[in-house]
């Protein structure tokens, strides 16, 4: 990125969430940091700059670059270590899990997000608004929605949610979500509540402990993951919008990261028997539940241009071919078929950098049968970092 001085940096946070900071690398910089990898030493670091730059690093300038990176939680160290933990226990000690995005990625008090989220179904790109009690037709079994942030995606968002209104009688809503900082676990539950400016989306603490029985697997391991991730947090904010005067409903929250781990294998996602048994696990949970459930993957599309690792800006013929690779993926989703939408990612690579791959090919792995819908197809087209996304039925 280029800053407001014209400098070029790198910029680095952590997804995870463990440091606010951001850090702002410029080339030099970015060369030593880049050494920081727990294998060389600082007077291999010095000597290596050395012999590229023929620039001697004093030994009280590395100790400072050392002490800066440490002090904001950007060095795997025993100070971060300790952070981790502190931040950790705290969110696993909490009665509930907070709402994290509240007063940025949305409005914090509910009148101000009630008038913002009005507008996502009023605005000409909108669906229009619910039609409460009078639309019939096919019983809506799944959603595809976007988790993008309101500001760029809410009518894209309403154009999946405004179905999902009018054609779904579900007390319960199986949320998988995107985990961006990746997992070491397949799978991640939490039985604590989501908090919302509109109120809590309470678990299903019934429904999580049947799935725990059948996983024999650890799927809390991962739970502070949950602390910062917005993809599961922005579906629980539309269902508290939907819902919360209406009808009572819980949420049973999951965050996934395997489908990129089996394209780095070289490996199908379900040649990790965990995947295989918790989605089996959490299928048959649901078979046997009275609960009247419906499954929402909050999952975005494409990540191309310079802010996700490609040397180059994008242009329109960049993004229409970005949409014509989504487009030939969601036809897999139409289709209802969790093997060729993998497929399709492990022909290509993964170029686009696909972030829902792992809720999509749960959702499709629980909805065997089911038809599929494109309701909404968008782009966000920022020449610096585009992201695409879509809202999508299943009946």
């Not at 790109?125 to 959603?143: E, F, K, S």
């Not at 039985?191 to 402990?209: I, S, W």
């Not at 993957?297 to 800006?313: K, Y």
């Not at 897999?332 to 999509?360: K, M, W, Y």
Request: include cysteine; charge should be negative.
């Amino acid at each position: 990125m280029t800053t407001e001085d014209g400098r070029r940096v790198v910029a680095i946070r952590d997804p995870r969430g463990y440091t606010g900071s951001v850090l702002m690398l410029p080339p030099p910089l970015l060369d030593i940091v880049s050494m920081f990898d727990g294998e060389h030493t600082l007077r291999e670091i010095q000597e290596t700059i050395m012999r590229r730059h023929g620039e001697l690093l004093d030994t009280a300038r590395m100790a400072g670059i050392v002490d800066t990176l440490d002090e904001h939680g950007f060095l795997d160290s025993s100070a971060f270590a300790e952070r981790r933990q502190a931040i950790d226990r705290a969110f696993l000690e909490a009665p509930a899990r907070p709402a994290t995005h509240a007063g940025g990625a949305y409005a914090a008090t509910p009148a101000a997000l009630r008038t913002t989220m009005d507008r996502f179904f009023a605005e000409p790109d909108g669906p229009g608004a619910i039609q409460w009690g009078v639309p019939a037709g096919p019983t809506l079994r799944g959603l595809i929605a976007p988790h993008i942030d309101f500001h760029r995606g809410g009518p894209a968002y309403a154009w999946g949610y405004r179905p999902l209104a009018e054609h779904s009688d579900a007390d319960c809503f199986v949320i998988l979500g995107t985990c961006h900082a990746g997992m070491t676990e397949p799978f991640a539950l939490t039985t604590k509540d989501y908090e919302t400016p509109l109120g809590p989306a309470p678990v299903d603490r019934d429904l999580v402990d049947g799935i725990v029985r059948r996983a024999g697997q650890d799927l809390f391991a991962g739970e502070p993951a949950h602390r910062t991730e917005h993809s599961i947090e922005f579906q629980a904010v539309f269902l508290r919008y939907l819902f919360a005067d209406r009808r009572e409903v819980t949420i049973v929250p999951i965050l996934a990261s395997f489908v990129h781990e089996a394209l780095l294998r070289g490996q199908r996602p379900e040649d990790d028997p965990r995947v295989a048994r918790f989605l089996d696990a959490l299928a048959d949970t649901l078979a046997g539940s009275r609960r009247r459930a419906c499954v929402i993957a909050g999952a975005d599309l494409a990540h191309v241009g310079p802010q996700f690792g490609d040397p180059d800006e994008v242009t329109p013929g960049w993004l229409r071919d970005v949409e014509r690779d989504d487009r030939e993926l969601l036809a897999t989703v139409q289709a209802a078929d969790p093997h060729a939408f993998f497929e399709l990612a492990r022909r290509d690579g993964d170029r686009n950098r696909v972030c829902g791959l792992s809720p999509i090919y749960a959702l499709l792995r629980l909805l065997p049968a089911a038809r599929g819908e494109v309701r909404r197809y968008a782009q966000w087209p920022d020449p610096g970092g585009t992201v695409t996304f879509a809202s999508v039925t299943l009946t």
